[in-house]
């Protein structure tokens, strides 16, 4: 189980209340652990949407992703493990209200046909 997970608690309290209802208290506190152990690991390692805007505590780290504040200006910046860096990576920012995966980059322009021959 990943602890450090933002996601971690709502899933475990998720898991935790739908185990409840489908065994009651016919499972042993152990297994019923267990199960919720397992479908938590499984449900943390799907991959997450990456898209929209997502709250800056979900962010990975020490990569670069595209970040912004309430008030709507968006910067590049990496996550450290205390601070969020931008530019140079020597410049820190204030923490960001949310996050975003970076686009794809432009796919390369068709090269230009040798001079005389018609585009």
């Not at 297994?31 to 929209?52: Q, S």
């Amino acid at each position: 189980m990943t602890p450090a997970d933002p996601r971690a608690a709502a899933m475990e309290q998720k898991i935790r209340s739908i185990l409840d209802e489908w065994f009651g208290n016919g499972l042993s506190q152990s297994a019923f652990d267990g199960i919720m152990r397992d479908l938590l690991d499984a449900l943390l390692a799907l991959p997450v949407a990456e898209t929209g805007w997502q709250a800056s505590d979900t962010a990975p780290f020490n990569q670069p992703v595209l970040t912004t504040r309430r008030h709507g200006n968006m910067i590049v910046a990496v996550r450290g493990a205390d601070e969020w860096l931008t530019g140079d990576w020597g410049n820190y920012i204030s923490t960001p209200t949310h996050w975003m995966p970076l686009p794809a980059p432009p796919l390369p322009a068709p090269p230009e046909p040798p001079e005389g021959e018609a585009k």
